[in-house]
């Protein structure tokens, strides 16, 4: 049996112990559960700025100004620096010139690109030819719901389109045939609700099959079967705690 | 002074919203190149905008450790987490392995992030199923439709619910690829128009929200 690296047997304890204190959490709020979310949330956090650091001011400022001699550069670094003066209360007002720079390039790149991508194109693909020509006197109509492309599916895909829009549509009063294209409206968006939930809960599920194999794979003997040793750790602690809670009452602290 | 602090910011608004607005119809290099430079001028300062982010963060927590608050050994918890993984990665270049080998950040990532965001979502599922449970009781038509929905496309992911549903791996490709994206479809329409109405409220100073209360 080939002998693990040191690093890998430490980072299997951790990964597990870390792993096992989150899922503590399933018996109930405790202060094993809590150490672990302030944990992540540091270390996330710390990932962050370090990433940011190293693909914002070392790739894309300090690497092209010394390295190309970018100078240009410098002026996004000035209008960053601009809002930290928010922190100035005497100064505040000048954070505005780059939530103004920002706002107004994000506004501006965004309506054509907005109206060509997600509207003109979504129209365009659900508005599709009901029938194909085939030959010189012959029109098809396929029916094969399993492909998307079917004109069977682009008469449903227009159906579910335009009574969604029509259902978010409240300049007119959704009665007699308005009312019967809200509720096929409405139908469609219970479908589409119910198969996000099933699909996230499936994507959970993957999680959870993922973290489950790492406990499994960590249980064995190369890594000194951390699994095993703390988890009777962690509900040995979890027994403690349920017991100073009892013997303090709430209203004791 | 007004101008400065007022006009001047709507005025900056109305040029780079105009001037990028109209980039898109002019199909020369020069402007090609303006877009490239821009996308990364905006990602430069989009840094700085995580500074004001985690300052807030970084306040929040220090307040809580210097007034001993209720649970403040968490946020030293929180503060040794984020300070050893920015001295640790600062050490490493930000790099998670060097030449195939893994260096510390890429310790931390693998052994420490990977699992707690891993399990922090997993634990959800239970929750989800919980929650599913005590709210998805078929007590419409419409939330029984909701429910099939979601118990097909659930079936349909997995080998073992195709074998107890046989067509259900076909049935919930169908819901997802045609009846989900018709849904998804007429939400980005409409989504997309308020987007590109608000778009042209901030260029034209209708909507001024985004720079702040305060005095003039």
Partial sequence: ??????????????????????????????????????????????????KTYDTVIVHLVVKPIVENGEF?????VAIGMLMLTRYVPKAAWMSRYAFAFIVGMGAGLAIPRTVSSFILKQVEDTIRPLLSVTGPDSLTFSMNLLNPASHLNAIIILLGVSSVLFYFFFSIEHSGAGKAVARTGILFLMISFGAG????????MSLLI???????????????????????????????LARRGRAQPPDAH | MIFLRRQLPLLITLVTGLLFAA?????????????????????????????????????????????????????????????????????????????????????IYNYMMVPLQGTMFAILAFFIASAAYRSFRAKSREAAVLLVAAVIVMMGRVPLGEYLIPLSGDVSSWILNVLNSSVRRAILIGVSLGAVALSFKIIFGVERSYLGGGKE
């Avoid at chain 1, 890998?8 to 202060?31: E, Q």
């Avoid at chain 1, 939930?197 to 959970?204: D, S």
């Avoid at chain 1, 194999?213 to 988890?231: K, N």
């Fill in chain 1, 1 to 50: 049996m080939t002998e693990l690296p040191f690093e890998s047997i430490v980072g299997a304890w951790v990964a597990t112990g870390l792993t096992l204190l989150i899922f503590s959490f399933l018996y109930k709020d405790n202060p094993l559960f809590k150490l672990a979310e302030h944990l992540y949330v540091g270390v996330s956090v710390g990932y962050v700025i370090v």
């Fill in chain 1, 72 to 76: 240009a550069l410098l002026i996004p």
């Fill in chain 1, 197 to 204: 939930f099933g699909y996230t809960v499936m994507a959970r």
């Fill in chain 1, 210 to 240: 993922g973290r489950l194999t790492d406990l499994i794979e960590f249980s064995d003997a190369s890594y000194g079967r951390p699994t095993v040793w703390l988890s009777l750790l962690t509900i040995g602690a979890l027994f403690l």
């Fill in chain 2, 23 to 107: 980039q898109y119809y002019v199909p020369h290099p020069a402007s090609e190149q303006m877009l490239t430079s821009a996308t990364k001028w905006l990602q430069i300062v989009g840094g700085f905008a995580l500074i004001l982010g985690v300052t807030s963060l970084f306040h929040q927590h220090a307040v809580k450790i210097r007034r001993q608050e209720a649970g403040w050994g968490y946020s030293l918890v929180l503060y040794v987490g984020m300070l050893g993984t920015i001295a640790v990665g600062l050490w490493a270049n930000g790099k998670e392995s060097v030449e195939g080998t893994m260096t510390a950040f890429g310790w």
